[in-house]
T-cell receptor, first 115, second 116 residues
């Protein structure tokens, strides 16, 4: 069982470069999320997708875009990377429709450095 | 503009003591509350959850208490062990009216350090 798979695990970008972080889950979950976590700090929600075909902004959406490609995949794009976007990015998923099951499954994280 | 992140508070306990980690939440419409554990270099892992119509739930060595009056959540860990050292986050879910999904939002975490 793969769970939530994120790629890449590590990435170094130059300021102004673009890249897409990929996330896929194989649990047939409805809701997917992208978070960023800065050193010594908590997780902040960037964007989320409650179900296939919908996306919404979280707490810190500026500088990011997302695509819910299908039920399995939810990608995060940085169009023009900035040093302030240096962080660890986590993708997560929850079953969603059955709110009695609240467990979120997280990917391993992507460590992004923007120089 | 974007909010500024907060540095994590730290709780230090002796091995074998009980730990209590607290969390305040903001949305009175949240219907589930969850505690996660994050070890260094890893993603968060689910510990226990509680529904908004409950005030206490027990798991193995862990108890979650919910006080909706003051919007407060706590995690109690009995007989804390070195393996419990990690960052602990509370999270809340809010039902979304469209799409049938949840919005999952994390609170500020607490670093738990277990001293031998």
């Amino acid at each position: 069982n793969a769970g939530v798979t994120q790629t890449p695990k590590f990435q170094v970008l130059k300021t102004g470069q673009s890249m897409t972080l990929q996330c896929a889950q194989d649990m047939n979950h409805n809701s997917m999320y992208w978070y960023r976590q800065d050193p010594g700090m908590g997780l902040r929600l960037i964007y989320y997708s409650a179900s296939e075909g919908t996306t919404d902004k979280g707490e810190v959406p500026n500088g990011y875009n997302v695509s819910r490609l299908n039920k399995r995949e939810f990608s995060l794009r940085l169009e023009s990377a900035a040093p302030s976007q240096t962080s660890v990015y986590f993708c997560a998923s929850t079953r969603g429709r059955d709110r009695s099951n609240t467990e979120a499954f997280f990917g391993q994280g992507t460590r992004l450095t923007v120089v | 503009g974007e909010s500024v992140g907060l540095h994590l508070p730290t709780l230090s306990v002796q091995e074998g003591d009980n730990s209590i980690i607290n969390c305040a939440y903001s949305n009175s419409a949240s219907d589930y509350f969850i505690w996660y554990k994050q070890e260094s270099g890893k993603g968060p892992q689910f510990i226990i959850d509680i529904r908004s119509n409950m005030d206490k739930r027990q798991g193995q060595r862990v108890t979650v208490l919910l006080n909706k009056t003051v919007k407060h959540l706590s995690l109690q860990i009995a007989a804390t062990q070195p393996g419990d050292s990690a960052v602990y986050f509370c999270a809340e879910t809010t039902a979304l009216l469209t799409g049938g999904g949840n919005k999952l939002t994390f609170g500020t975490g607490t670093q738990l350090k277990v001293e031998l």
